[in-house]
């Protein structure tokens, strides 16, 4: 038979994931035996050469339960039922789609949302429904962007499955790829080696060292979140060392006291959160590479105009 399409494949991937902590190539090995694939469907791979497709399918429809809360990752390279999902099971579904998880608020609000916090404004998620309407840009669009909120998820969970000191080095490696701190070298130096109260690093704004930003970095779960009293005690802080500028970063969220608190401030205090962690890591190439290239080409109507 023919690979299933991921949608098809997350109630046999959930009930895989049912049994305790897994890993995609497991659940690969488990699927293609029950579906009685051909070696030769086993192995086939995508287009771009660099992955197999059951493989591909299988990660795309774990990804999308994972953002309707029916699967966790305890993990690095690891999955399960979450109990959402574990209860989802117990109702004997005969399929789960993107219809199924849409039931889900959390699942809805990340499939209807842009897909990015910074302003920038994508194509909508084009829907299984409206393919035939759509044209090949708007699928190509669409997908992108698909992707590209997959990707910044995948990117925040290996963060908080690494150790301090290593999300240490990703705001080194961030700063000095967005200009800051001259070389790596001498960011390295300044940052999380400061252990003034409620500062972990300082790093030059500028290569001649004429101003300094203050650093802040929480490496939290998704779940805790910062709030006012973290962020004025960061700023207290700053007030403390005569610093004007500031930074607190952190892998979850801000609370919305503590936005709220930093709008009206005599010092410049940034506040980054996972979102927008991820998305600058994505944008200056931090723990992530280009994995293909693709162009499209138009007609050159000059080319063909007259004379």
Known sequence: MTIPDYQTLMLPVLKAASGGDTRVPDVADRLADDLSLSETERDELLPSGRQRVLHNRIHWAKFYMTKAGLIDSPSRGRFRASDAGTALLATLPATIDVDTLKTYP???????????????????????????????????????????????????????????TFFEGVIVDLLVSMGYGGTHERAALRLGKSGDGGIDGVIDEDRLGLDRIYVQAKRYSAHVGVGRPEVQAFVGSLVGLGATKGVFVTTSTFSVPAVQFVEHLPQRVILIDGDRLAELMVEHDVGVRTSRTIKIKRLDEDFFADE
Do not use: C, M
């Open 106 to 164: 959390a699942f809805l609000e990340w499939y209807e949302k842009p897909a990015s916090t910074t302003g920038a404004a994508k194509a909508p998620v084009v829907r299984a429904a409206a393919v035939a309407e759509a044209t090949p840009e708007e699928q190509i669009d669409s997908a992108h962007a698909i992707i590209h909120s997959a990707l910044k998820a995948d990117l925040l969970q290996r963060v908080l499955a690494q150790n301090p």
